[in-house]
Every structure is written in structure tokens, then in C-alpha cells.
């Protein structure tokens, strides 16, 4: 279920005015105006009229370059010199690290040590020799711990990926050129979905927007393993998750902004979750339909138009694809969190007699015609009269596998299905 915001009035860090001059400052820079574009396949789909912004296509295939070059770009030569030191889950390292080349600013950046090896390369390409990579704690909040100590030990600025003004300000330019894309095409924005993790986006994309599209309704989207803001704004208080998965690692945190968290208050009507096999089918969908290559946390808002389907019929939607740094070894593990999700994929341990025909009795009597093993593992115990085997199975529809199961119940062959709940499951998937 979503988290309905109830909005208190807050006295607020920035105006739409910063964001104007946000955008000022980063006009020709290697910050791009991204596209809007139209989606005819999700129009279709759901009955409205569907733009996605395109900030996969920004030079570091993230938007935030915006907020990192913003801050950056207004430090005085004393602050420039003691350099800058930052924590991130990848993509706010990104955009560090080619602010602090392009300005020449020494930037240490903290990043999981977990981070796709592809946003690892990429960090390294963009900072060269202006900064220096560590590899510290599990996850974002770890991470953003040791930086904080360095910046206490060095005295250097602290650029902070979601928890700032100015950075809030440099993101919020998105909606700025929502704004001025849609006006181009006498539009406004009935609805706005963009993804949250420390919540910097959505609470620039508001700032703008509001004051200007009174009736637009901001909706915010988080993994489902890591619902930072969706428990804060339930109770009332920002809440730290002792648990997350860090599956969609650009929008996986324990803890969300102090500023954010009240911007959320104030601005979004509500934040849904989004579980992550959902994500990888939408980050499928996208390439496949669309060409576009989005990673876990650039696929979120769309994830979410699902949800939203029966309140979005004909209104003006915008959905953020907020980033495009996927890893192609992770495929692999999309694909089949994607099949797992969608029901087409499943794990049985099958036990057979140790006896010769049982596996062409099994597949003769057992699976369906479009039912296909994509897994066996067995080994034969010569001391044993029956044995286990694991088995997986890919099905072609959902309604496949029920049938699957009552057939080997009328074989009377003996299995256990592996669920999520399984530690044997979370190892195949």
C-alpha cells in the first residue's frame, strides 16, 4: 500500500529561485538538458499522456551531476583548496568525480564496497588523478560514516549526495526543464513520479514545480527492500532501517535526509514501493520496447505506473528514468529476479528413486509441453535408495506451474518447493 503524505508547513532551505540559478550555472557545462519524450508503448498502455526524462542520457549517465557540479562550482578558493571529500552508492560518485576534474578540486569519495564494478570504473575514468576511490562498509550509510570522519579529520567540504541545499537546488533543475519542455508542447504536468533514495530529487523536482502546477500531484517511488521514506513519513519521525536490501543500490538507504525527509513532508502526495522483481521486469520492458538501458534505480518510477493505472486515464504523466549505469553482469540476476517475480521461474527439490528411467519419467510424465529445466543438479549416492535432485523449471505462463505441481502430486513424486524464504533460494536467485 502507499504512504498518503499528510503536509505540515515547513520553513524551507531552498526556493525555486536557487534552482533558477542552479540552472544558470550549469548552462554549458557538461551538464546536458536531457530529453522528454514520449512514450507511445506506456501512453498506450495506460490511457494517459506518458513523458519519460531521459537523465540516463546525462554525460554520467545520472542526474546527479546536477547537484555535485552545482555545489562544486559555488566553493570559494579557501574550500576549493582543502579540497572535498563525499559518500555515495555510485552515481552521486560520478558526478563528484567529474565536478572535481573539471574544476580541479581533490575529492576523496567513499563507495560501498559492494558497488557494481561498472560505477567503479566509471568513477575512476571520470576523477582521474583528482581523486582519490576508497571501498569502505557494506552499504551507503557506512560509507557516508568514514567520510564524515575524514572531513573531520581534513577539513575539507563535504558534498553530501542528497542532504544539502545546493545539491537539492542542482537536482532540482529537472523540473525546471519539465517545466519548460512541457510548455513547448502546451502541456503542464497533471502527475510526477521520480524515484527516492536520500529523496534530493524529489524535493528539487517539487520546489520548482509546485508553485507553479498547484493541481500536480508529486509521487515518489523506493525499492521495496529499502523504504526509508515510506517508514519516516509513516511515523512521523525519519526512521532508520536496520535492514536493507541493496538490490537497487542508486536508491538503497538506511536513513533519509533531515532537509529531504521535510520536503517530503511538505511536497509529495505519496511514495510507493516497489518490489525489486517488478524492477527487473521494467528494466527488461525498457530495453527491449524502448532501447533504454536504465539500471534498478533509474527503472523505479516507471515500476510504479502499474499501481497508478487506474488513477493516471488521460492526464499528463512525467516519469523520471533517473539513471543508466547497469552493469552487464548483472543481467544474469535481473533475468531471473524478473522470471521469479512474474512467476515463470521456480525451484524444486525433486526426490527420485536412484533406479534408471526416473528422469525420463519425470520429464515424459511431469513437465508440460512448454514447460523447459533450466537447472539439474544431482548426485548419485550408491548407498542410498533414493536421492534428491534440484530442479529448476521455467514455465511459459504463470498458470503453468500449478498445473506442474498437481501432476507430480499424481505421480506421487515426492518435492519441496524453494521459496524466498529459503537460504537454499537466495543463493540460486
Known sequence: MPTTVTKPTKQVAVMPADITAAARRLAGTVVK??????????SGRYGAHIYLKREDQQTVRSYKIRGALNLMAGLTDDERARGAVTASAGNHAQGVALAAAKLQIKTVIFIPSGTPPQKVSRIRHFGGDWVELRLVGKTFDESLAAALKQVAV???????????????????????????????????????VAPIGGGGLISGIGTYLRPLHPQLRLIGVEPAGAPAMQRSLDQGTRVTLTHIDKFVDGAAVNTVGRLTFEYAQSLVDQVYTVPEGKTCTTMIELYQNDGIIAEPAGALATSALDQLAGQIGGQTVVVVISGGNNDVLRYPE?????????????YLLVEFEQKPGQLRQFVDQAL???DDITRFEYIKKTNKDRGAALVGIEVAIQTDYAKLLDRLDR?????????QGDLLYSYLV
Open 334 to 346: 535481473i533475468l531471473e529476479k524478473s522470471l521469479a517475480y512474474e512467476g515463470l521461474k521456480h
Open 411 to 419: 505421480l506421487g513424486v515426492s518435492y519441496r518447493r524453494l521459496d
Open 154 to 192: 581534513s577539513g575539507a567540504v563535504f558534498v553530501h549526495p542528497f542532504d544539502d541545499p545546493r545539491v537539492i537546488a542542482g537536482q532540482g533543475t529537472v523540473g525546471l526543464e519539465i517545466h519548460e519542455q512541457l510548455a513547448k508542447l502546451d502541456r503542464v504536468p497533471d502527475l510526477v
Open 33 to 42: 538538458r536531457t530529453p522528454l519524450e514520449y512514450s507511445e508503448r506506456l
Open 368 to 370: 508440460g509441453e512448454s
